[in-house]
């Protein structure tokens, strides 16, 4: 008992300790990166970067940190962002010794322990397994990719015109966003998993994909900013908590759906088939991994495609110069004869050599990056130095060190003082081949870079450039309701583009006839 006396009566020293010792923590914590300047209180709480990722803007936050503050800014007491592309790609090269920061990446987890290529965190395992897909990628082992494709859009030209064209007696406004997300899910099904979803067909999300990725996506956003997703990324809560194939909604139904697909396509053997799950069978994936890699595809590989896509074809609609020069040399190409007549589907070898299309594309992807997600690295244990504008800047062993994707597109030094507005001719009509070049390897960071760029960087290039020639050559375009284009938000890098309201009147009349 009198033990029990002595610290009972000791007790306020035991609190004025712990106060002590947390705030001897914090101010250890706030000096290790007090060279980094930010946000107030960013130094020492997390409120300011929860409150960046809980917004629907979060991408032009961090934009604006980067403006104020640098080109490496604090937006949390061991988290740093840049907009740096010498630090990404530096972050990012084969041989770097940076690695993933867990919480973001394995929120993209299809359940306990259920690694894909992007939540995987051990650099050896997810350099094998990287290995393991390229293939599958590549047209070498994925001879039916293009193919695909272009059965795709033509359903989706197909669709266009049999429900929704508009005439001179009746306006038929209807959501673009919407049918290009269909385009999207149906393709990245189809080419990984030999079915598509069918919702060109039925014109609708009829498995209610995108609103459980939705869902799902603002589940970790908020969890995140709330600071216990990493909490609940832990095993044995995560076996609790984690997305469940019997939900009715979120990321557990979509996982409910895939493997579903994949059980069903097993059965029927790969044996004789040339598409991306006979490929990775081939290279020794099992059904578990098959289930986790096929949901990263729907959610990346459908949710950015469509992003990009709806974006250029909104930035045409709203530029008439640009509008006219695009259908004039998509026309041009159709008239030439290396176009196949409607209701055929330009090939990529004829896309990849329209100079004015790419522009459009390209401006499309640097106005708006089709993905934001921080994408954070953590620093090596002992420190590393980084050379920014031709300084060295020492970061500390083991901050955290994400991406500011929109501000390193906007970047007035390198794209000038329009860079905040949309100009394809930027891209065909600067001189300074070093300049030039330094666009152009920025451009390609919207894809990642090194071993963590995007394996599905080809397939993205090829659907956005076919399908915007082929709803530019089918239909003219206009805003239904210009004064609100969309409804957007952005769900951690991921962004939901609603209400895309157009009208499409045709354009191939002749050729139809």
């Known amino acids: 008992m009198g033990l029990v006396r002595v610290v009972y009566d000791s007790r306020w020293l035991f609190v004025v300790a712990g106060l002590l010792g947390y705030v001897a923590y914090k101010v250890h914590v706030y000096n290790r990166l007090k060279a980094f300047k930010g946000p107030f209180s960013s130094g020492w709480f997390e409120f300011w970067h929860s409150y960046a990722i809980i917004g629907d803007n979060q991408h032009l936050k961090y934009k604006e940190v980067c403006e104020k503050y640098g080109p490496i800014a604090r937006i949390g007491p061991n988290?740093?962002?840049?907009?740096?592309?010498?630090?990404?790609?530096?972050?990012?090269?084969?041989?770097?010794?940076?690695?993933?920061?867990?919480?973001?990446?394995?929120?993209?987890?299809?359940?306990?322990?259920?690694?894909?290529?992007?939540s995987e965190t051990n650099e050896e395992v997810h350099t094998r397994r990287r290995q393991q897909l390229a293939p599958g990628y590549s047209g070498r082992e994925n001879a039916e990719l293009?193919?695909?494709?272009?059965?795709?859009?033509?359903?989706?030209?197909?669709?266009?015109?049999?429900?929704?064209?508009?005439?001179?007696?009746?306006?038929?406004?209807?959501?673009?966003?919407?049918?290009?997300q269909f385009f999207a899910l149906d393709v990245i099904n189809a080419i990984a998993l030999g079915e598509s979803l069918g919702d060109l067909d039925a014109d609708a999300d009829q498995h209610g994909y995108m609103r459980s990725v939705e869902t799902g996506i603002k589940i970790s956003r908020v969890c995140t900013a709330l600071g216990i997703l990493p909490l609940l990324q832990s095993p044995v809560i995560a076996r609790r908590f984690a997305p469940s194939e019997k939900d009715d909604a979120g990321f557990g139904r979509v996982m409910r759906h895939a493997r579903a697909r994949i059980l069903a396509r097993l059965e029927q053997g790969t044996e004789h088939r040339s598409d991306m799950l006979a490929s990775f069978v081939r290279h020794g994936l099992g059904t578990e991994e098959l289930v986790a890699e096929s949901i990263l595809q729907m959610i990346a590989g459908s949710d950015t495609s469509s992003t990009a896509i709806r974006c250029a074809m909104l930035y045409v609609m709203t530029h008439p110069p640009v509008y006219a020069r695009l259908q004039a040399e998509v026309d041009a190409a159709a008239a030439g004869g290396s176009v196949p007549p409607v209701p055929g589907v330009v090939s990529d070898a004829v896309v990849k050599g329209l100079p004015y299309l790419q522009a459009v594309v390209k401006e499309a992807m640097r106005v708006h990056p089709p993905t934001t997600g921080l994408f954070p690295k953590r620093v090596p244990p002992g420190g590393d130095t980084v050379v920014v504008d031709g300084k060295p800047v020492f970061l500390p062993g083991g901050a955290n060190v994400s991406y500011a994707y929109y501000a390193t597109h906007h970047d007035k030094q390198l794209f000038g003082e329009d860079a905040e507005d949309f100009r394809p001719e930027r891209w065909l009509l600067e001189k300074d081949e070093t300049k030039l070049a330094a666009m152009l390897k920025t451009h390609e960071l919207i894809f990642g870079y090194g071993r963590y760029q995007c394996l599905g960087k080809p397939i993205a290039l090829m659907e956005i450039a076919k399908v915007v020639f082929e709803l530019m050559r089918n239909f003219d375009w206009c805003l239904a309701r210009p004064?609100?284009?969309?409804?957007?938000?952005?769900?951690m890098g991921l962004f939901t583009q609603r209400d895309m309201f157009v009208l499409a009147t045709d354009r191939i009349v002749t050729a139809t006839s």
Do not use: C
């Not at 840049?82 to 010794?97: F, Y």
């Open 79 to 118: 988290d740093l962002i840049t907009s740096s592309r010498d630090v990404l790609t530096h972050m990012s090269a084969v041989r770097s010794p940076y690695s993933r920061v867990a919480w973001f990446h394995r929120s993209f987890r299809s359940g306990p322990e259920k690694n894909n290529l992007f």
């Open 146 to 180: 293009e193919g695909t494709i272009d059965v795709y859009v033509a359903k989706l030209v197909h669709l266009i015109r049999s429900k929704y064209l508009s005439t001179a007696a009746r306006s038929r406004a209807f959501d673009l966003g919407d049918r290009i």
């Open 483 to 491: 004064e609100k284009p969309w409804k957007q938000e952005n769900l």
